[in-house]
């Protein structure tokens, strides 16, 4: 139930471990804290980790008349949330589920959550090009998707995997609003100074090799990862940090690409 949410934005990478859910939680906190009301669905059946970044685990989720109801960061209801590790018992317990069942779940969750009106629906999508991703884009050709983000990091290995989610989204239709490289440096906690322990402008060489924009480079912070299991938004817990400013850049992209 998608007709109250005027932009979706997914969220995608061509390998896990790179940061994704990080970079969706805090988009839409980044969102948020711009004036937008924002949704957050985490599809991730590899690792919904959602509750975990925002502080939600254990939250209980229930169904009304009408679907499934999200689970709220606070009373503003500014920062509505629904997550497939909701339903698991125990952050450690694994979503061992066969094609049918997952595809049969991710079609529940982007049709059947009751959005009241967002101005953004941010979706965390599963790693790689799977079954997963085809249900996604299925569903979403039925409703109004703005585009796709896509996080990479600088390694090698991780660019060639983007460059597949890059065909995938060419040739499933999906409009790509960019790529943001990840994990690009350390920043060091104590003088702020960032140093490059990979490879760098990756990112940048693959956004101008498949014509699309360069959201930005978020580097290792570990004053951002302070704030996993908080709804603390790095443009107000750190406004001045690099990674900040890269998601307020981005949030501007967004706001001049979709529907006010």
């Known amino acids: 139930?998608?007709?109250?949410?005027?932009?979706?934005?997914?969220?995608?990478?061509?390998?896990?471990?790179?940061?994704?859910?990080?970079?969706?939680?805090q988009l839409a906190l980044a969102l948020r804290a711009t004036g937008h009301k924002v949704g957050l669905l985490d599809i991730d059946l590899c690792g919904p980790s959602v509750p975990y970044l925002l502080g939600l685990e254990g939250s209980d989720i229930y169904q009304c008349d009408d679907g499934w109801v999200p689970i709220y960061t606070d009373e503003s209801k500014t920062l509505a949330v629904m997550s497939i590790g909701f339903l698991l018992k125990d952050r450690n317990d694994p979503v061992i589920w066969r094609g049918p069942k997952k595809t049969m779940m991710i079609r529940q969750f982007i049709t059947d959550v009751k959005w009241e009106e967002l101005d953004y629906l941010i979706i965390d999508?599963?790693?790689?090009?799977?079954?997963?991703?085809?249900?996604?884009?299925?569903?979403?050709r039925e409703v109004p998707c703005n585009g796709a983000i896509i996080v990479t990091t600088p390694q090698g290995v991780a660019l060639d995997d983007v460059r597949k989610e890059i065909t995938f989204c060419k040739k499933t239709g999906i409009k790509l609003l960019g790529i943001v490289e990840n994990m690009s440096?350390?920043?060091?906690?104590?003088?702020?100074?960032?140093?490059?322990?990979?490879?760098?402008?990756?990112?940048?060489e693959l956004a101008n090799l498949a014509q699309v924009p360069h959201l930005g480079t978020l580097p290792i912070d570990p004053r951002v990862g302070v704030l996993a299991g908080t709804t603390a938004s790095v443009l107000n817990?750190?406004?001045?940090?690099?990674?900040?400013?890269?998601?307020?850049?981005?949030?501007?992209?967004?706001?001049?690409?979709?529907?006010?």
Do not use: W, Y
Not at 185 to 204: A, K, M, Q, R, Y
């Open 125 to 140: 999508t599963p790693p790689g090009t799977s079954d997963e991703h085809i249900t996604v884009m299925e569903c979403l």
């Open 1 to 25: 139930m998608l007709d109250k949410v005027k932009n979706v934005i997914v969220v995608l990478s061509g390998k896990g471990g790179v940061g994704k859910s990080t970079v969706s939680t």
């Open 185 to 204: 440096g350390f920043v060091c906690p104590h003088c702020t100074e960032c140093t490059n322990i990979f490879s760098s402008n990756g990112g940048i």
């Open 237 to 260: 817990e750190l406004p001045d940090s690099s990674t900040a400013q890269v998601m307020r850049g981005i949030v501007q992209h967004l706001d001049a690409l979709t529907v006010a």
